[in-house]
């Protein structure tokens, strides 16, 4: 018997060391070869002006948490401007959540739903963009797993009819806090999770004094700095407008449903096939928990804060125009760690079979995810060649044709462009540059062409809009009475327009 769990153990761990090092792997490769993104660009600007005061204040009139942009402030100053480098932080937060997840979840549950939540997490095709990019949503995803974890150690101490620690209690507010402050969603499960708690205090007749002031702190703390920006909200009201350009127009539930399962639907089917092959001891099991733990089940209290702040984000998205379902990127490890935890607690019987079936099943689709070709723009990639945007091969082109008889036609600041001129060794000022933020949205816009013509031989419109497509296109086609030539230059999602 000692053989074997010595062997099991044994297997356990390389099994472990093999996912951590696909994670690396996987998250690394590519870090430095597609260009920057127009989210991207506002972390870089955010997180790039001369000074640490300078970026929290450009931050802070966007409405924009503080966190990951300032922590981007501080690493750019050590490391560089790289495409890698801005990238770097995202994938050392998908890393750590790798590692978290193995550790938090099994001093939480044990180590067979840990090794399975980190094997989920650790080949997850959206837990693998997010690493990669750089926006905040790789960090918040850690904060807020280790939040809910420490969650869960709360209410484990309250179903025991333990005293609640200052010191567990503190690790929870404190990065229930992170989340918030990493990302403004992070409100959502902080305020769902103080109330599981309160509730399930009541019931169990636990003192509450403790968690009001674990509530109070967390949401003073984040009221009192959001009260500084509410000044902002009246300039940013289009936010709750549902008439303004949506950032999101698909199926939200069914987007939502693809970043957990893998992006395909047969990855969730075949899952529920394998337990319905274990269909009376799925049912006993989850009578087991509602009748009996009832509160105290996991299958409840993560179901509750999966389910909820969903729910949230649907109503929310019906009066928004920037809701995206990346905002509920906090929810897609929790989800691991509630899959994990059903597939190996139903019974605790042929742990290698489950683990191989849940490494195999999640190797198989994140190769399908990397490799398969996907079609953009009549061109075909694979995920480490698929571009969001083109931006700095755009720039490239505009620095080898555009000369001092043309003008460049930009809708966003300088700023934006800066970047890609200064890493082809190009100095913007030098070029003609004109900014007109809402030259596709205006009446005459063929006539503003036709004036641009008098002055200059070409006249480039350079739009990195990814909003709006249809109608930039519509608007072109106005111009064309004053070119003698009009190109679309195949870029993937940039507007690069040549008028001759």
Not at 122 to 129: I, T
Not at 214 to 224: C, D, L, P, V
Request: a positive charge; proline letters at 3%; charged letters at 15%.
């Amino acid at each position: 018997m000692e053989k074997k769990d010595h062997k099991s153990n044994k297997i356990h761990y390389i099994l472990l060391g093999i996912v951590l090092i696909i994670g690396i792997i996987i998250r690394i490769w590519g870090l430095w070869d597609k260009s920057l993104w127009i989210d991207e660009m506002y972390s870089y600007l955010f997180s790039s002006q001369k000074t640490f005061f300078g970026s929290f204040v450009y931050m802070f009139s966007d409405l924009s948490p503080p966190i990951y942009y300032l922590s981007l402030y501080l690493w750019l100053k050590l490391f560089g401007n790289s495409e890698f480098m801005i990238r770097f932080p995202s994938f050392l937060a998908g890393i750590a959540s790798i590692i978290v997840i193995y550790f938090l979840t099994k001093k939480t549950f044990n180590k067979q739903i840990a090794l399975g939540a980190v094997i989920l997490t650790g080949l997850s095709p959206v837990m693998l963009y997010y690493s990669q990019e750089a926006r905040p949503y790789s960090l918040f995803a850690l904060f807020s797993i280790v939040a809910v974890l420490f969650w869960v150690q709360i209410i484990n101490k309250i179903n025991n009819n333990e005293e609640l620690d200052t010191k567990t209690l503190l690790k929870y507010s404190s990065f229930s806090l992170l989340a918030i402050f990493t990302h403004y969603w992070g409100l959502i499960p902080a305020f769902f999770q103080i109330l599981y708690l309160l509730i399930f205090s009541l019931i169990k007749k636990s003192r509450v004094k403790p968690l009001f002031i674990a509530a109070i702190n967390i949401f003073y703390i984040s009221g009192f700095y959001l009260f500084f920006q509410y000044s902002f909200l009246k300039k940013y009201a289009v936010v709750l407008n549902p008439t303004f350009m949506r950032v999101n127009t698909l199926n939200p539930l069914g987007q939502i449903f693809n970043q957990i399962f893998y992006e395909n639907y047969v990855f969730f089917l075949i899952i529920i096939i394998f337990l319905l092959l274990n269909f009376k001891k799925i049912i006993a099991f989850i009578t087991n928990e509602i009748t009996v733990r009832k509160l105290a089940s996991p299958l409840i209290y993560l179901s509750y804060i999966i389910i909820l702040p969903i729910c949230v984000y649907l109503i929310l998205d019906k009066t928004s125009a920037f809701l995206h379902p990346r905002h509920l990127i906090f929810v897609v490890p929790v989800v691991y760690v509630l899959i994990s935890y059903i597939i190996f607690s139903f019974d605790y019987h042929q742990e290698f079979l489950k683990t191989s079936f849940l490494f195999g099943l999640s190797l198989t689709f994140l190769g399908a995810y990397l490799f398969l070709p996907q079609k953009i723009q009549n061109r075909v990639f694979t995920y480490y060649n698929k571009p969001k945007q083109e931006w700095k091969e755009a720039t490239h082109y505009i620095i080898n044709n555009a000369d001092k008889n043309s003008v460049i036609i930009i809708d966003r600041v300088e700023d934006f462009y800066n970047y890609y001129f200064n890493k082809l060794d190009k100095n913007i000022n030098k070029f003609n540059i004109v900014v007109d933020k809402q030259i596709f949205y205006q009446k005459g816009f063929n006539q503003k062409i036709s004036n641009y013509k008098k002055k200059y031989k070409k006249v480039y419109i350079f739009s990195t809009s990814m909003l709006g497509v249809e109608q930039i296109q519509d608007s072109v086609k106005t111009i064309k009475p004053s070119c003698t030539d009009l190109k679309q230059k195949k870029f993937v999602n940039i507007n690069l327009y040549e008028c001759d």
